[in-house]
């Protein structure tokens, strides 16, 4: 058996009927397509979200007021005004904290803001100038907030892109201008860089101001919303939880965790979640494509059928003249294999395709994973063989006899 031939004669005979070769091909064009495409936009997805959580800093640890569900402190519910200031600098002066690298107290809260005419809604955060250092803030033109603001409770600002746009109007420069915040005038001092975002997690919609100002003049707080802390490194992460957990815990003269009145989110702790949901909705996605490639096999098993009956004289002439049984599966698995591997490869290139013009639009990573491309196309090919055997089983059982006289 010259296989070679085989595969050249299996080739000529799905080139005789192209319209029903094509419609067989189309059903996995669609499924690879699908799979590609929707697994690409998952992990572009996951990618974004990832960078995005990133990009807010690097070895990051929260405190929040409230209770805290993962992390080495676990604490149950608790106020909402429970940090102060004082537990900052407990932080940051305390001999038993040897894994903080740097610390910023902070309040936030959203506020009108107005320059001439124009308005607009914002968070305003008040934040000691490590703040830059921990997030990983920059300027693209001024300066951020100095020691000498925080001290002196100086009316100034540092303000984000979008509102720079939203109130000056794409590319001006703020800087000197005076905005009004809660009844209050601050100077612009400083633009930050463009990280990106939307919504009320867009952090180009932001206006920085020393939390001195913003606690005493323009909110009139004395506890803050969070403290941000950055640890020496990745390996300290938890240590430093336990370190500041437990301090804040004898700070708050609670004894048992779990009675906690804060909690202390970890950037670890946002990324796995995050990757476990974007993991969970892209795995679906996947599952959802898949389905079409079910459909497609099925599509290419009825072809078959459909060639095997069209065939059947032929296929008698062939055994009556000779032709060993495992010939004729040979030739309709062969037929089937080349068609699911034809529409596999068209169906990655599309996939391909879709997936790098929709992360365009979308603003996504453009990401490919070459595992998905291997499976999809693994998975085509045993999709070939798997409806394929069942009409490559009927023809090699034909009788020749039956088979000449059939009409």
């Given at each position: 058996?010259?296989?070679?031939?085989?595969?050249?004669?299996?080739?000529?005979?799905?080139?005789i009927n192209k319209m029903?070769?094509?419609?067989?091909?189309?059903?996995?064009?669609?499924?690879?397509?699908?799979?590609?495409?929707?697994?690409?936009?998952?992990?572009?997805?996951?990618?974004?979200?990832?960078?995005?959580?990133?990009?807010?800093?690097?070895?990051?640890?929260?405190?929040?007021?409230?209770?805290?569900?993962?992390?080495?402190?676990?604490?149950?519910?608790?106020?909402?005004?429970?940090?102060?200031?004082?537990?900052?600098?407990?932080?940051?002066?305390?001999?038993?904290?040897?894994?903080?690298?740097?610390?910023?107290?902070?309040?936030?809260?959203?506020?009108?803001?107005?320059?001439?005419?124009?308005?607009?809604?914002?968070?305003?955060?008040?934040?000691?100038?490590?703040?830059?250092?921990?997030?990983?803030?920059?300027?693209?033109?001024?300066?951020?907030?100095?020691?000498?603001?925080?001290?002196?409770?100086?009316?100034?600002?540092?303000?984000?892109?979008?509102?720079?746009?939203?109130?000056?109007?794409?590319?001006?420069?703020?800087?000197?201008?005076?905005?009004?915040?809660?009844?209050?005038?601050?100077?612009?001092?400083?633009?930050?860089?463009?990280?990106?975002?939307?919504?009320?997690?867009?952090?180009?919609?932001?206006?920085?101001?020393?939390?001195?100002?913003?606690?005493?003049?323009?909110?009139?707080?004395?506890?803050?919303?969070?403290?941000?802390?950055?640890?020496?490194?990745?390996?300290?992460?938890?240590?430093a939880q336990n370190e500041?957990?437990?301090?804040?815990?004898?700070?708050?003269?609670?004894?048992?965790?779990?009675?906690?009145?804060?909690?202390?989110?970890?950037?670890?702790?946002?990324?796995?979640?995050?990757?476990?949901?974007?993991?969970?909705?892209?795995?679906?996605?996947?599952?959802?494509?898949?389905?079409?490639?079910?459909?497609?096999?099925?599509?290419?098993?009825?072809?078959?059928?459909?060639?095997?009956?069209?065939?059947?004289?032929?296929?008698?002439?062939?055994?009556?003249?000779?032709?060993?049984?495992?010939?004729?599966?040979?030739?309709?698995?062969?037929?089937?294999?080349?068609?699911?591997?034809?529409?596999?490869?068209?169906?990655?290139?599309?996939?391909?395709?879709?997936?790098?013009?929709?992360?365009?639009?979308?603003?996504?990573?453009?990401?490919?994973?070459?595992?998905?491309?291997?499976?999809?196309?693994?998975?085509?090919?045993?999709?070939?063989?798997?409806?394929?055997?069942?009409?490559?089983?009927?023809?090699?059982?034909?009788?020749?006899?039956?088979?000449?006289?059939?009409?």
């Open positions: 058996m010259d296989i070679k031939a085989l595969i050249i004669e299996c080739f000529g005979t799905l080139t029903r070769t094509g419609l067989a091909i189309l059903g996995i064009v669609i499924g690879i397509g699908s799979v590609i495409a929707l697994i690409s936009l998952g992990q572009a997805s996951q990618q974004a979200i990832t960078n995005q959580i990133e990009s807010l800093g690097s070895n990051l640890l929260t405190v929040q007021p409230g209770a805290q569900n993962s992390g080495a402190v676990r604490g149950a519910a608790g106020g909402a005004q429970t940090l102060t200031l004082d537990d900052a600098k407990a932080i940051m002066s305390s001999s038993k904290i040897t894994t903080i690298k740097s610390v910023s107290p902070e309040f936030s809260k959203r506020s009108q803001v107005t320059y001439g005419r124009n308005n607009t809604n914002t968070q305003i955060i008040g934040v000691y100038p490590a703040y830059a250092e921990i997030r990983k803030i920059t300027v693209s033109s001024g300066v951020f907030i100095t020691e000498r603001d925080e001290a002196a409770m100086s009316k100034v600002a540092v303000i984000g892109p979008q509102v720079v746009a939203d109130l000056f109007g794409e590319g001006a420069n703020p800087i000197g201008q005076s905005i009004r915040v809660n009844g209050q005038s601050l100077k612009v001092i400083g633009v930050t860089t463009a990280k990106g975002g939307s919504g009320f997690n867009n952090q180009d919609d932001v206006i920085y101001v020393p939390l001195s100002t913003a606690q005493k003049q323009m909110f009139g707080a004395d506890y803050l919303s969070s403290i941000s802390l950055e640890a020496k490194s990745q390996d300290v992460m938890v240590a500041v957990g437990y301090l804040l815990l004898a700070r708050h003269k609670f004894t048992d965790p779990t009675q906690a009145d804060f909690s202390i989110m970890s950037q670890n702790d946002i990324l796995n979640t995050a990757s476990q949901v974007t993991g969970t909705f892209t795995t679906l996605l996947g599952g959802i494509a898949a389905i079409s490639l079910l459909v497609g096999g099925i599509g290419i098993m009825n072809i078959m059928l459909v060639t095997v009956t069209e065939r059947t004289r032929e296929i008698g002439l062939r055994k009556a003249l000779g032709a060993k049984r495992k010939v004729i599966i040979y030739q309709f698995l062969i037929e089937a294999i080349i068609l699911t591997l034809t529409g596999g490869i068209i169906g990655m290139l599309l996939g391909i395709g879709i997936s790098f013009v929709l992360s365009s639009i979308m603003g996504l990573p453009f990401t490919i994973s070459p595992p998905s491309i291997a499976l999809a196309m693994g998975v085509s090919g045993v999709i070939g063989v798997l409806f394929g055997w069942y009409p490559a089983q009927k023809a090699a059982k034909l009788q020749p006899i039956e088979a000449l006289r059939y009409e």
